[in-house]
Every structure is written in structure tokens, then in C-alpha cells.
Antibody, heavy 121, light 110 residues
């Protein structure tokens, strides 16, 4: 059974950093692109970042470019999101998602349950 | 970058058919695949259509997708509406390592 499980969310002060993790299982992690998608309270889905199967292609939303860094570790079948200089606008439920293919195309077929990030003083 | 525009909300009766549109602002809708996701309250999204018109296993054939180059838009059609179809629906596409979601359509079935 394919599973992606997020962790690392929590309450953080503005300007601080946080690192999200996503543990993948039930599929060959190295064969697929992965994504982070967030959803602010009461709002729609917003793609945050994606990474290709081998890490060779990476994309970021303009809203997080220069502040967030996506990475993956094939040995641990894990996806990460390093979030720096957080602001209240980053408050959201962050989903880890598996792509159907190898490229950063957003053909998402599996979603995690999300981890909540709250940025507040 | 481009945007995907969806109606904010739609409402229809059980048993009827509804079509949700998704219009791409720049670039051809046919250039990159369109996906559709369903999100029920309190739950993670699930895929109902991928690659313009493909249904994942387990999704009923009441759900269908299409694209129209003349209007530069994609559509999700749900026929034989059921109350369980009440949810938010998001279209999504991409280009050059950039993924874009539409703003979502809140579908009410009553």
C-alpha cells in the first residue's frame, strides 16, 4: 500500500525556520517525482515545490522561492522541505504528494494527510 | 507563468449533470496535461481525472474530463450526481517545473 506520511509541523515564530519531512513507503521512491502542496485555512490548494525522480529538476512557487528548499533522500525514502524566514502567510496544512511520473508535472496520485504549520508570535 | 480560472461555486440537484470549467490564462490548454482533484471537508484531496481524461481505478465512470482548445479550457463533468459528490474540485496543470492549481469550485448537491 502506497503511503506518504508528513511530520515536522508545529507552531513557529515569524522569521524562524522549520523542516518538514515526508516518509514514503509502498512504492519505489526513486522512480517518482514528489511534491509539497499547502492549503491555508479555508483556502484552496497551492503548489509549493516539486522535485524530479533523481533530484535533477526542482521547481518552486514564486511565493516561497529563495526561502524554501526541497530535497529528497533515496536511502531513507524521504522527502524534505526546509522552510526559512517564515511569515504568517505560510500558515497552512502542508501535504506531501507523490507524482505518477518522473518529472515535476503535478500528476499527483497519492497524498498524505498533511502536517500543520502555524506561524505566529 | 499562467493561471487556471474556475467558477467559485456551483449547485445542482441529485441525478443531474454538472460541468466544471477550468480556463488557462496563457499558453495552450493542450500543451500540458490537466488533472482534477476532489476534496471533501476535512480530508486530503484525491484524484478523479488525470492526463485530461483518464480515470484512476475506483473512480466511477460518472466522472469524465475533456479539454477544448477553442476556449483554452478543460472541463470536469459529473453525471448522475449523488450527494456524496458534494466537495471542492480543483483543476491543475503545469509547465517548465511549475505546477498550477485552479482556485477550486465548491460543488453543492441538493
Amino acid at each position: 500500500e502506497v503511503q506518504v506520511v508528513e511530520s515536522g509541523g508545529g507552531l513557529v515564530q515569524p522569521g524562524r525556520s522549520l523542516r518538514l519531512s515526508c516518509a514514503a513507503s509502498g512504492f519505489t521512491f526513486d522512480d517518482y517525482a514528489m511534491h509539497w502542496v499547502r492549503q491555508a485555512p479555508g483556502k484552496g490548494l497551492e503548489w509549493v515545490s516539486g522535485i524530479s525522480w533523481n533530484g535533477g529538476s526542482i521547481g518552486y512557487a514564486d511565493s516561497v522561492k529563495g526561502r524554501f528548499t526541497i530535497s529528497r533522500d533515496s536511502a531513507k525514502s524521504s522527502l524534505y522541505l526546509q522552510m526559512n524566514t517564515l511569515g504568517p502567510e505560510d500558515t497552512a496544512l502542508y501535504y506531501c504528494a507523490k507524482d505518477r511520473g518522473i518529472a515535476v508535472a503535478g500528476l499527483i496520485d497519492y497524498w498524505g494527510r498533511g502536517t500543520l504549520v502555524t506561524v505566529s508570535s | 507563468n499562467f493561471m487556471l480560472a474556475q467558477p467559485h461555486s456551483m449547485s445542482e440537484s441529485p441525478g443531474k449533470t454538472v460541468t466544471i470549467s477550468c480556463t488557462r490564462s496563457r499558453g495552450s490548454i493542450a500543451s500540458n496535461f490537466v488533472q482534477w482533484y476532489q476534496q471533501r471537508p476535512g480530508s486530503a484531496p484525491t484524484t478523479v481525472i488525470y492526463e485530461d481524461d483518464q480515470r484512476p481505478s475506483g473512480v466511477p465512470d460518472r466522472f469524465s474530463g475533456s479539454i477544448d482548445s477553442s476556449s483554452n479550457s478543460a472541463s470536469l463533468t459529473i453525471s448522475g450526481l449523488k450527494t456524496e459528490d458534494e466537495a471542492d474540485y480543483y483543476c491543475q496543470s503545469y509547465d517548465s517545473n511549475n505546477v498550477v492549481f485552479g482556485g477550486g469550485t465548491q460543488l453543492t448537491v441538493l
